[in-house]
């Protein structure tokens, strides 16, 4: 199986992996022989889905029926379900690290808008505080604070200032906002102490503007705590890491990582034609045709002479049943790297319904490669599906041989066909179609119209010889038996014919 292949074959044949090969043979033919009568559906549609059936069987028909390849198909699929899980896991762990993070940020905001309300609110007080000791101040009656005042300490050894009577209380009242120090320090103090508080006027009896000085000449509220330092920004990997983690992502068939980690690549200024093809091939294997038309269109734009990027572009136009493009693509990857595109060139034709198209060029490639159990399984597909094609009343399930010279175009095909196939299920429907051959050519019993017209003009002719000589009436009798023999019995072909003529139907 190839690395990226959506295709799951056991799923295709609604089986376990554990089954046996017996049991995966006989699904095999099961599902061969009911779609393979779609292949000729007039519905454009169901022959396509037909036609894409019947090549998923036939590679699963390559993949289970080898022990090797079976084996390591199991192994892929097993590396597959790991790398998906594990992808899973990831994800699921980022996702649950992004909403810590969230709600990491989501509590520091909220921590730093109350700490911003914590401090406006003191600000606030402060300033009413202050407010209320200036009008103390003017009118001479103290008001109380909220708060009990601090006395500020006298210096060491150094005697009572004038402060210390009743009429510096109003001074003495001030409060200062919590924000600052109790005691702000002053450069030099009035007792000589660098730290002493200063002291009041001389005759004991505070100015009118002293007490609205001190009060509007303390220290300002300090900034409150800011907002702690914010996440910062992600840390972009090199893009040659990024582009080595898609390649990685895309052998392990994890195509949503290959995605993310291209588009990473691709931003971070690697802009290649690699990682349009790696972008390209993952979104083909997502479902996502036509975005991998549109990336792989970037990497052929950029590398017109990589024969991998018109690969996998013939491969998304081929999904996208544009065979035109595909079959562009695929001829183009022939010319770089021969031998590279013909296989697909054929499934062009085939899923295009130009069988007798893809025939030679398997042919070819059926003599390079005699060993390869693809090659001849299209092969005989490709001659099977031309020769159902040479008959004119084709149905959506069967075709109807009407003229002898259908006969002489079928035959070399489904003689071919039987010379080179290998499997079971094609080998039933080669010989079917012989057999229906055989019978379209030998004569078989049919009731004629003119049947009552005959048997009078058989009974007329046997009186008259037997009227005219016993001679003559011997040898009518021995020719009148031979002649009715060829004219009751007919050609399968002239059989269909009729019946497609007279009744639509399609007989054999």
């Not at 099961?30 to 169901?46: G, I, K, N, V, Y």
């Not at 069988?355 to 490639?365: I, K, S």
């Not at 009552?452 to 003009?457: F, I, N, Q, S, T």
Request: hydrophobic share 40%.
């Amino acid at each position: 199986m190839r690395a990226g292949d959506p295709t799951d074959h056991y799923r295709l044949l609604g089986l376990d992996p554990g089954a046996t090969a017996a049991r995966i043979a006989e699904r095999l033919r099961a599902e061969h022989r009911s779609w393979q009568r779609l292949t000729s559906h007039p519905d454009l549609d169901r022959r396509q889905l037909a036609e894409q059936r019947i090549r998923d069987l036939a590679l699963a028909r390559a993949t289970l029926t080898d022990p090797e390849r079976r084996a390591a198909y199991d192994d892929e699929l097993t590396r597959r379900a790991a790398a998906e899980r594990a992808a899973a896991e990831r994800e699921f762990a980022a996702r649950a690290a992004a909403h810590r993070e969230a709600a990491h940020r989501e509590a520091a905001e909220r921590r730093a808008a109350e700490h911003a309300a914590a401090d406006r609110a003191r600000v606030e007080r402060a300033y009413a505080e202050r407010h209320l000791a200036e009008q103390a101040v003017t009118t001479g009656r103290p008001s109380p604070p909220p708060v009990p005042p601090t006395p500020p300490e006298a210096p060491p050894g150094g005697p009572p200032g004038p402060a210390d009577g009743p009429s510096a209380e109003p001074v003495g009242t001030v409060v200062r906002p919590r924000t600052e120090p109790p005691h702000p320090p002053h450069p030099t103090g009035p007792a000589g102490h660098p730290g002493a508080p200063p002291a009041a006027p001389a005759d004991g009896v505070g100015h009118p503007g002293s007490g609205a000085a001190s009060a509007s000449s303390g220290p300002h509220p300090g900034p409150g705590p800011g907002p702690g330092p914010g996440p910062g920004p992600g840390v972009t990997a090199p893009p040659a890491v990024l582009l080595r983690e898609a390649r990685d992502a895309l052998a392990a068939g994890d195509f949503g990582t290959t995605v993310r980690r291209s588009r990473e690549a691709r931003d971070a200024g690697e802009d290649g034609a690699e990682i349009w093809r790696l972008l390209g091939r993952a979104e083909l294997g997502r479902g996502r045709r036509e975005q991998a038309v549109l990336a792989l269109r970037q990497a052929v734009r950029r590398d017109p002479e990589n024969a991998t990027g018109h690969f996998w572009l013939g491969r998304a136009h081929l999904a996208l049943h544009d065979w035109g493009s595909a079959l562009v693509a695929f001829r183009e990857t022939e010319r770089l790297s021969p031998g590279e595109g013909a296989f697909h060139i054929a499934l062009v034709h085939l899923e295009g319904g130009s069988p007798e198209e893809a025939v030679p060029v398997l042919e070819e490639l059926l003599s390079t490669r005699p060993e390869d159990v693809t090659v001849r399984y299209h092969l005989v597909h490709a001659l099977l599906r031309a020769a159902q094609r040479v008959p004119g009343v084709r149905g959506a399930d069967d075709h109807t041989v009407t003229e002898p010279g259908e006969i002489e175009r079928m035959r070399p095909l489904l003689e071919r066909a039987a010379a080179v196939v290998a499997d079971a299920g094609q080998r039933e429907d080669v010989e079917r179609d012989l057999r229906y051959l055989a019978w379209c050519e030998n004569r078989h019993p049919a009731r004629p119209s003119w049947l009552a017209p005959g048997m009078l003009v058989s009974a007329v002719l046997l009186i008259l010889a037997l009227l005219a000589h016993p001679l003559v009436f011997a040898v009518v009798l021995v020719v009148l038996p031979f002649a009715w023999y060829r004219a009751i019995r007919r050609p399968g072909w002239w059989i269909n014919a009729r019946a497609a003529r007279w009744d639509g139907h399609t007989g054999g």
